[in-house]
């Protein structure tokens, strides 16, 4: 019994990079069920563990919170935990698209996502401003933390929100340019730690969700251009993969799998937008490449979780 209070005590945010990336995959397969000859099935019992997962941790973490609720402001100095905040928020406005098509069309959940990312968004920002200025700096991790409101549209189209999942895209927006030009210069200037390689693939994610929000929202001149600009990463990424694996495995790993379940939702998408063979080969190779690698990091996790390695690895605050 104490072993389990040391665990839900410890809870890490790194968890819901990995929610983030079952529930992606889970609404990829079950979306390609639509346009493909695959077995809509395996859609909804990766989403069934995704919502199990996603329910599990967000409980904990939760109860962790409500127990001593400094541990958010002390969890937010560190940039990684800020983007695992702003994953289990994510993951929320996610959650509520896995739930429609059961017939629970829950808006509350999706604002509750929306909200829970504005919160996280806000606890970043007051991080950044708490450090010294010499330890400010870009990083990809920074995609989750500000431009996260750009998977509203994913769930809010569908719910009938379009001008308020039209202004959470417009308002990832900006903080994506800023990140973007910003984190281009400071590595061109100092170069990026060998530690830091997996994170780099995150600036896939983006990309693929602005694709996704603005096909979904039919501004298709903005989808072509960030589809193609998608494809060209993705690319880059396969090539560059073995340097970016190098190392020994790290929470930090999780960064593979969110990326590749966007890239995903955007192949299917493509698909059902007619764009046509290319799709369909991108959404094939999606499912070869995501499904075994989030499975596979999901796997590491659970087993790091259990033993207490994850929350000691990633600097977890305790309640």
Not at 236 to 263: H, V
Request: hydrophobic fraction near 55%.
């Amino acid at each position: 019994m104490r072993r389990k209070t040391k665990l839900w005590r410890s809870t890490p945010p790194s968890v819901f990079p990995v929610s983030l990336s079952l529930l992606g995959l889970g609404l990829g397969w079950r979306n390609a069920a639509e346009v493909l000859p695959i077995a809509r099935e395996v859609g909804d019992l990766l989403l069934a563990f995704a919502t199990a997962f996603y329910v599990y941790f967000f409980a904990l973490y939760l109860r962790k919170v409500l127990v001593r609720p400094r541990v958010l402001l002390e969890e937010v100095t560190v940039p990684a935990a800020r983007a695992g905040l702003s994953a289990a928020a994510m993951s929320m406005m996610l959650l509520a698209a896995a739930l429609m098509p059961f017939g629970l069309h829950f808006s509350e959940v999706w604002w509750c996502g929306v909200v829970l990312q504005i919160a996280a968004s806000g606890l970043g920002a007051y991080a950044i401003w708490r450090d010294p200025p010499g330890k400010r700096q870009f990083t990809t991790l920074q995609y989750l933390t500000f431009v996260g409101p750009v998977v509203g549209p994913i769930a809010g189209i569908p719910l009938g929100h379009i001008w308020e999942s039209y202004a959470l895209t417009i308002a990832a927006l900006v903080p994506y340019v800023v990140i973007t030009f910003g984190f281009a210069f400071q590595n061109i200037l100092h170069g990026l730690p060998r530690s830091q390689r997996p994170t780099l693939t995150i600036f896939l994610a983006p990309n693929c969700l602005f694709a996704t929000s603005f096909g979904l929202l039919g501004v298709d001149w903005a989808f072509d251009f960030f589809y193609v600009v998608a494809g060209a990463i993705s690319l880059l990424l396969i090539l560059a993969g073995p340097w970016l694996a190098r190392g020994a495995w790290s929470p930090l790993w999780a960064a593979f799998t969110f990326p590749s379940a966007a890239f995903l939702l955007l192949q299917v998408l493509a698909v059902h937008k007619g764009i046509g063979l290319p799709a369909v080969i991108g959404t094939y190779a999606a499912m070869a490449v995501s499904t075994p690698l989030v499975l596979f990091v999901t796997y590491r996790f659970i087993m790091s979780w259990v033993t207490g390695e994850l929350a000691e690895g990633s600097g977890a605050a305790r309640a």
